[in-house]
């Protein structure tokens, strides 16, 4: 049997909101990463009475397979190399350049996103950051340290699943790490997934358009 365990993302987010019932009535704040991951952040916000919001990072690819993560970079520029990347033609020349590319891109979709309002505060909060699942965890890396750089009181990095080796890898970046599956035969994050569609900007820009607009500093508007 494969290591297929959730049917979909929302059996997913709901199965990870169940999993972080502790925090409810703390009001935390919930970090999805685009895009995969936003439905599934929204319905964790939604269960544990909380705030929901994006952190933009990128992944940046290999040079003979972009869909290999070699590390990620966040909106301030910041990026996270993975050990392995000068092995697989990382250079620091083609790291530049395929930087660069990754921020313009997270450039654009921040101007979608969230065109008319800040990205929300964590400072003094709990923040929880949600993706659908950890390959190398590039790209949570990432997100941990765009978040951690505004001061949240706690930060959590929560999964749904996510591959054995990346899991040691991630939790040191977090105060609080929480995975519901670390399949020993884990091939992608896909694979989990009975259910694993495309998800797109439209999407995207629609589940931030329902969220309840929180004030930049945590109050709600």
């Known amino acids: 049997m494969g290591p297929m365990r959730f049917a979909d993302r929302r059996e997913a987010g709901i199965q990870l909101g169940s999993a972080l019932a502790r925090f409810r009535g703390q009001r935390p704040l919930v970090f999805a990463i685009p895009r995969g991951a936003v439905a599934m952040g929204q319905l964790v916000a939604s269960t544990l009475g909380g705030d929901f919001d994006v952190v933009l990072v990128r992944k940046l690819g290999a040079p003979a397979n972009p869909e290999l993560a070699v590390g ?71 997100a941990l340290h765009a978040v951690r750089a505004r001061r949240p009181a706690r930060l959590v990095c929560a999964v749904p699943v996510a591959a054995p080796d990346s899991v040691e ?49 945590g109050e709600a508007a």
């Open 72 to 142: 990620a970079v966040d909106e301030s520029g910041w990026a996270h190399v993975a050990e392995f990347a000068e092995a697989v033609g990382a250079t620091r020349a083609y790291l530049a350049e395929e930087t660069a590319r990754q921020l313009a891109i997270l450039r654009r979709r921040r101007a979608l996103y969230t065109p008319a309002r800040e990205a929300v505060d964590p400072r003094g909060r709990v923040a929880i950051v949600v993706d659908d699942g950890l390959a190398t965890g590039a790209t949570m890396i990432a």
């Open 169 to 217: 890898r991630v939790r040191t970046h977090a105060d609080e790490f929480v995975c519901l599956h670390t399949p020993e035969g884990f091939h992608s994050v896909g694979a989990c997934y009975r259910d694993f569609p495309q998800v797109t900007d439209e999407e995207v820009v629609e589940a931030l358009r329902q969220a309840p607009r929180a004030h930049p500093h």
